[in-house]
């Protein structure tokens, strides 16, 4: 299990920390969109006036076989109208709800278009790759977290031991087993729930024998997905209004937060809505389906008991529902998960450094540059993806790549020369990535208040930008712990080997 534990975590550990990072961003996935897209900053309303939402789809949209909007929230002030244009891609854009005035392109992917898909598929789309390999890593998870309960002899020792002033083995060690025990059952939850979730594309086999091939059949049953065929006559809408109370009756109050219109304008035009997920743990399927022309409810759909407890893990998991004081409990556990990593990666470095260095072996050097790219390497990316948010004009492009592209190139490229570095100033690359890190957070919060004129004193006095001065903060914060981490590793020295005895002690 020893074994088992060390080089599952040493071999995946990289990817382990990509996942946590960009999982634990994914929480405030909502409220880093207010800060990458200035012109989203608006007053929260839960009433938008759907008359000129329905002119400015017709004017976007007149083709688009469906319109998709989802409805404004406290975290999400905005329509977001969501369709299918003329060149066949799927397209994003975001309406001011009462006027239905159409707002500029945000020209970014931000939280919920490029960190959030990150957590869960990496980007990475070629049969399903990105999929698979945050299974993978889902799946060591597990087996990281029941291998360490089975090699902790002193499991709840370990929960209040921590050891600042011992040697940085020592240390690293009460503080690897610390996050470990301490946030051992949201670690697991979530490792389970993110396998759950996906059930789906891990486990094909069974949705194929049980509809005998059939997806269309079992994404009625699980999910009620219903539409009607277009007949090519030209049709009237009536009401949403209407039919948005309706639903909101059939479910004992619960309004609507998704509203999608098929086949707009044809006489067979169906009107679905979905529940909101805003007040309960589960993101359900609750769905009612409505005649387009007449209002009539169609079909009704609710989740059975199966399909009910699936999507209530995923809610548990993608924590969509209005509770604050639990956000940040996730967002806090979440970053305890890559602490439990990056401990780990150290552990690993400075119990072998002084032994690898005697033997001539490249294993330290090797792991030592994966460990700073993978921790402090994705935090700089990060904050190079914010900063060049702010920096780019909107109409920026570049050999054929929009405003939003180049921000999703910078991420990588900038992630890439963190591992060259790594590898290149050995010794010194913590320290001087963490420099980076305190210039780049406190530079993206300069930016931001230049830029839009959304200062600290400005988004404190405003409610509805409080989402933009929790950023700014945090930024803040960020840049502090990673200064005064460069301070420390500058006493240090050039980063030492351990000594014999603090070798025998983490022994």
């Not at 990535?433 to 230049?450: K, P, S, T």
């Not at 460069?486 to 983490?506: F, I, M, T, Y």
Request: aromatic share 14%; hydrophobic share 50%; with cysteine.
């Amino acid at each position: 299990m020893g074994w088992l534990h060390t080089w599952a975590g040493v071999v995946l550990g990289a990817l382990l920390f990509a996942v946590f990072w960009t999982g634990t961003l994914s929480v405030f996935d909502k409220e880093i969109d207010r800060w990458m897209m200035p012109e989203t900053r608006l007053a929260a309303t839960d009433r938008p006036s759907w008359p000129p939402l329905l002119d400015t789809a017709r004017e976007l949209a007149p083709d688009a076989p469906f319109w998709s909007f989802f409805l404004p929230s406290e975290r999400v002030p905005v329509v977001r109208i969501f369709y299918r244009n003329s060149a066949g891609d799927f397209t994003f854009r975001d309406i001011e709800p009462r006027t239905g005035v159409l707002l500029p392109d945000a020209g970014t992917l931000a939280g919920t278009r490029f960190i959030f898909p990150f957590h869960y598929s990496l980007h990475l789309r070629w049969n399903d790759l990105g999929y698979w390999l945050v299974g993978l890593a889902g799946m060591a998870t597990l087996v990281l977290l029941l291998s360490g309960v089975v090699i902790h002899r002193k499991i709840f020792m370990d929960f209040f031991t921590f050891r600042p002033d011992r040697k940085l083995p020592r240390s690293s060690l009460d503080l690897h087993n610390l996050t470990g025990v301490l946030a051992l059952p949201f670690h697991f939850v979530m490792a389970l729930s993110g396998l759950i979730i996906f059930f789906t594309i891990y486990f094909p086999t069974v949705v194929s024998i049980a509809y005998d091939g059939d997806r269309a059949a079992f994404n009625r049953d699980a999910f009620g997905s219903f539409q009607r065929d277009a007949a090519g006559v030209p049709g009237s809408l009536a009401p949403l209004d209407r039919m948005a109370a309706e639903a909101t009756r059939i479910w004992g109050g619960e309004p609507p937060y998704f509203v999608r219109v098929w086949h707009p304008g044809d006489v067979s035009a169906t009107v679905e809505m979905r529940r909101t997920v805003a007040r309960s743990v589960d993101l359900n399927v609750d769905a009612v389906h409505f005649d387009a022309a007449t209002g009539e409810v169609l079909r009704t759909h609710a989740a059975a008991p199966v399909v009910h407890v699936q999507r209530f893990i995923a809610g548990l998991h993608f924590i969509q529902f209005e509770h604050w004081p639990l956000r940040w409990i996730y967002f806090l556990l979440g970053l305890s998960g890559c602490v439990m990593i990056a401990t780990g990666y150290i552990y690993w470095l400075e119990t072998r450094r002084k032994r690898h260095a005697a033997q001539g072996l490249p294993g330290v050097r090797i792991v030592e540059g994966l460990t700073v790219g993978s921790v402090s390497g994705i935090v700089i990316a990060t904050l190079t993806f914010f900063v060049t948010n702010r920096l780019l004009p909107f109409d920026t492009s570049f050999v054929g790549q929009d405003r939003a592209a180049l921000e999703v190139w910078a991420f990588y490229l900038v992630w890439l020369v963190t591992f060259a570095h790594a590898w290149a100033r050995h010794g010194r690359a913590w320290r001087e990535q963490c420099w980076a890190i305190a210039g780049l957070a406190v530079l993206a919060v300069v930016l931001n208040a230049a830029t839009t004129g959304d200062h600290l004193v400005r988004s404190l006095a405003h409610r509805h930008l409080w989402p933009v001065a929790g950023m700014d903060l945090l930024l803040l914060f960020g840049a502090a712990v990673a200064l005064l981490t460069a301070l420390r590793l500058a006493r240090r020295g050039s980063a030492p080997g351990p000594s014999q005895d603090a070798l025998k002690e983490a022994e």
